[in-house]
């Protein structure tokens, strides 16, 4: 099942020829979502080439014997946790318009991967952009007392060091030094009553972008190992955003406001208004989503 119309089957061997000139650049913004957040960083790479297939949009490729499209990703999450707010920069090579090329791509992928946002490239260093993310963790059968008592215990800790399997074999870290701060959600958060247990508890964490990277689950193996917190379940860890760091507030600020200050104000205040409407409303829920734990 694809959104919108169906479209035609993707030519696996169908490239275009390597651009040597400097193309437009667009980045992009996107979430996966449900059963999508299983997929790996390789497989939406793929689906993504497919989808631009799919949508005609006019890539540039690298010159060489294997010519590639010029795709840049930055900061991918994790397999098996969802995102709100995954990153990556196309270079084309024919002008479109952001806007046609986001309903184009986001009409081609599957569903579970949805095209947020795609903005000019007007500013260099994306990638610096993105210091920090602010994580939801679901934890179902915890109570919420018992996670509070654990978070002051990591939170008042100096160091908290964990194991985990990285491409260069185990590694042994300090967690505590990337996480800016912690705090505990005691409602619902949109969950209908058959989604969740009795007891449940949901945490909202800021965490740097380090090295290594520190992620939830390092947090959560933290958490473990200072007060033996372990919930029953797999916990449902989602990023709700990415980017500049406030270190004082601990809010996050949205990476493409750069793009946007520089952009040109060529168009009238009222076109200009229907596309920020138009944003916010395919932005993802919670509204608060760039804004850091309530202290």
Known sequence: MRKGVELPPAHEGTTSPSTAKPGQRLRVRYAKRGRMRFASHRDIARALERALRRASVPMAFSAGFSPHPKISYTGAAPTGVASEAEYLELTLAEERRP????????????????????????????????????????????????????????????????????????RRFDTRPAVLDIDVCRGPDGRGPEERHATYAILRMVVRHTTPAVRPDDVLTGLRRLTDLAPPSSPKMTRLAQGPLDEGTGAIADPFDADRTEAPSTESPESAHEETNDRRARAPRPSSSMTGPRR
Do not use: C, F, H
């Not at 993310?133 to 939170?155: F, I, K, M, Q, T």
């Open 99 to 170: 806007e046609q090329v986001r309903d184009a791509i986001d009409a081609a992928m599957p569903d579970g991967i949805d095209v947020i946002e795609v903005v000019q490239a007007r500013t260099p260093g994306l990638n610096d952009r993105l210091q920090a993310s602010l994580w939801r963790v679901e934890l179902d059968g915890v109570d919420p007392d018992d996670v509070a008592r654990a978070v002051a215990a990591y939170l008042a800790a100096e160091n908290v060091e964990v194991e985990r399997v990285t491409k260069k074999g185990r």
